[in-house]
């Protein structure tokens, strides 16, 4: 966006020292839980709202989640913006099971996607939200679902892939067994598409990579920063024979009335990447 000549404005709750900001950028301190004003975004053409909780429980994501995203499309049409887009996430999406296919953008949503915990549960309020405001108030919100993203260049496991328990690292599926991703790059090169050429862009994008990597592939990666790394494969049919009995376990023990499905958390699921491709495509030309 910076190289094309955009103005960027960051709305950011803790601005980064002057070392760390992007030159170019107007960095603005708001609270999006809170109140935000139509001045932090006026004279803006088009607002791409990223922020989401990433922890806690219900309260925590409906304030910095849903609430936030209610607060910045009430901020955008005060400030007169009719350009909006919604980062979601592929997780609110049902399952290619259910859906009889590869899921692609025409997938419904998950009746049930609250169970795959309050993150996920964040995400589909939120979008649900602001299709609705859009459709209400007459401004264009369209709606980005990336799949679990990635930065190769400063690696971080994407959390379907496992988790590190103890001195191991757990991976919930087979090795062979695919895991669709987002490349930190791809999300930001496909993003700044709807910058340049908003009417262009699809109403929804499923944010892809179109070259699926397997979970061994993941490992590999990470294994580069761990070369001592211990890795345990558990089969994901067992995680979904356990599943039932672990969200019995979040209610009477953790008094969770939202328990998360643990099968669903770590699900792989076969998705159609053609529109991301295509739009990758359409970047290159």
Known sequence: LLRAGFGVRALVRRVPPWTARIPGADYRRC????????????????????????????????????????????AARSAGVQRFVQISSIAVVISSGAYGRPVDEGAPLDPAYAERGPYVWGKGESEKLAVEFGKTHGMDVKVVRPGPLVDYENYTPPG?????????????????????????????????????????????????????????????????????????????????????????????VFGSKKPVDVYSAF????????LAAELAREIDS
Not at 228 to 252: A, F
């Open 160 to 252: 379907r892939l496992g988790r590190d328990v103890g001195p191991r690292f757990v991976v919930i599926g087979r090795p062979g067994s695919s895991l669709a991703i987002c490349r930190v790059r791809t999300a930001a090169r496909l993003l700044r598409r709807y910058a340049e050429a908003f009417e262009e862009t699809p109403p929804i994008l499923h944010l892809l990579e179109p070259e699926v990597p397997t979970r061994r592939d993941l490992v590999e990666k990470l294994a580069e920063s761990r070369p001592d790394l211990n890795v345990w494969y558990v089969p994901s049919t067992l995680v979904r024979i356990l599943s039932p009995g672990l969200k019995l376990l979040q209610r009477v």
């Open 267 to 274: 699900a792989s699921e076969k998705y159609d990447t053609g």
């Open 31 to 74: 609270d999006l839980g809170g109140d935000v004003m139509p001045g932090h975004i006026e004279g803006a053409d088009l607002v791409i709202h990223c922020a989401a909780e990433t922890a806690g429980g219900v309260a925590e994501h409906q304030r910095n989640s849903v609430d936030a995203t209610r607060n910045l499309l009430q």
